[in-house]
C-alpha cells in the first residue's frame, strides 16, 4: 500500500515537499515513481527513482525543479517541488514496482508500475 502526503495549495514560486509512505518490507526491493494528472489530461511521468536510489530520471518539464529521493529505511519516497507554476496544478501520484534489470532501473510509463497510492492534490495559484 501506498499513502502520499503533503499537497496543498501554494503560490507560484512556491515550494512543497510529498511523501510516499509504503506498507510492507520489500519497499527496497522497489522502483519508485512521481506521475500527475490534471486538467482533463492524462496522467503524466514527473520523476522517477530506483530501488536503491542512485537511478533517477525526471521529466523535462520539472528538471532542476524538482528533486527525487527516498529513504528505505523508513520506507518512504519523496518529491521535492521548488519554483512551482501554476501548469503544475494536478493530483499527483506515488506509484512502485519490483525492479528488474538491475538496482538502477527506472520506469517512466504508467502502465510499468503495479502498485498506486490514492493520489495528493497539489494547486499553484498565480
Known amino acids: 500500500q501506498l499513502v502520499e502526503s503533503g499537497g496543498g495549495l501554494v503560490q507560484n514560486g512556491g515550494s512543497l515537499r510529498l511523501s510516499c509512505a509504503a506498507s510492507g518490507r520489500n519497499f527496497g526491493s522497489l522502483a519508485v515513481g512521481w506521475f500527475r494528472q490534471g486538467g482533463g489530461k492524462e496522467r503524466e511521468f514527473v520523476a522517477a527513482i530506483s530501488s536503491l536510489g542512485p537511478g533517477t530520471r525526471y521529466a523535462d518539464s520539472v528538471k532542476g525543479r524538482f528533486t527525487i529521493s527516498r529513504d528505505n529505511a523508513k520506507n518512504t519516497a519523496n518529491l521535492q517541488m521548488s519554483s512551482l507554476k501554476p501548469q503544475d496544478t494536478a493530483v499527483y501520484y506515488c506509484?512502485?514496482?519490483?525492479?528488474?534489470?538491475?538496482?538502477?532501473?527506472?520506469?517512466?510509463?504508467?502502465?510499468?508500475?503495479?502498485?498506486w497510492g490514492q493520489g495528493t492534490q497539489v494547486t499553484v495559484s498565480s
Open positions: 506509484a512502485a514496482r519490483p525492479t528488474l534489470g538491475g538496482t538502477l532501473s527506472t520506469y517512466t510509463d504508467v502502465s510499468e508500475y503495479a502498485y
